[in-house]
Nanobody, 127 residues
Framework: QLQLEESGGGLVQPGGSLRLSCSAT????????VGWFRQAPGKEREGVSC????????HHEDFVKGRFTISRDNAKNTVDLQMDSLEPEDTAVYYC????????????????????WGQGTPVTVSS
């Protein structure tokens, strides 16, 4: 059974940090494009960060650039998202996904190319 599972979410104060991890069962993440997405309450899901199949290329959306870092740990078969300088606007459920293409139609890790979603992990940034 192919499965992705996110972990590491929780409650953090503004300015704090969290590290999310996306682990896989039944498949190897190395060699696959993986993206992190989020959905805030009352809003549509949006892409956050994306790493190409072997990690040579990464992309972060402007609203997290300089604060979030996506990385791979091939030994653990995970793709992590280090989130620093968190803001209340970062509050959302965060999802990881295996994506068929790194870049298409001016989008990085476009949702219409997602092949497998995780169940999500909630992140709340609040004092």
């Amino acid at each position: 059974q192919l499965q992705l599972e996110e972990s590491g979410g929780g409650l953090v104060q503004p300015g704090g940090s969290l590290r999310l991890s996306c682990s896989a069962t039944g498949l190897t993440l190395e060699g696959r494009t993986v993206g992190w997405f989020r959905q805030a309450p009352g809003k549509e899901r949006e892409g956050v960060s994306c790493t190409s199949a072997h990690g040579y290329n990464t992309h972060h959306e402007d609203f997290v650039k300089g604060r979030f870092t996506i990385s791979r740990d091939n030994a653990k078969n995970t793709v992590d998202l280090q989130m620093d300088s968190l803001e209340p606007e970062d509050t959302a459920v965060y999802y990881c996904a295996v994506v068929r293409r790194y870049y298409s139609g001016n989008y990085y890790c476009p949702e219409w190319h997602v092949e497998l979603w995780g169940q999500g992990t909630p992140v709340t940034v609040s004092s």
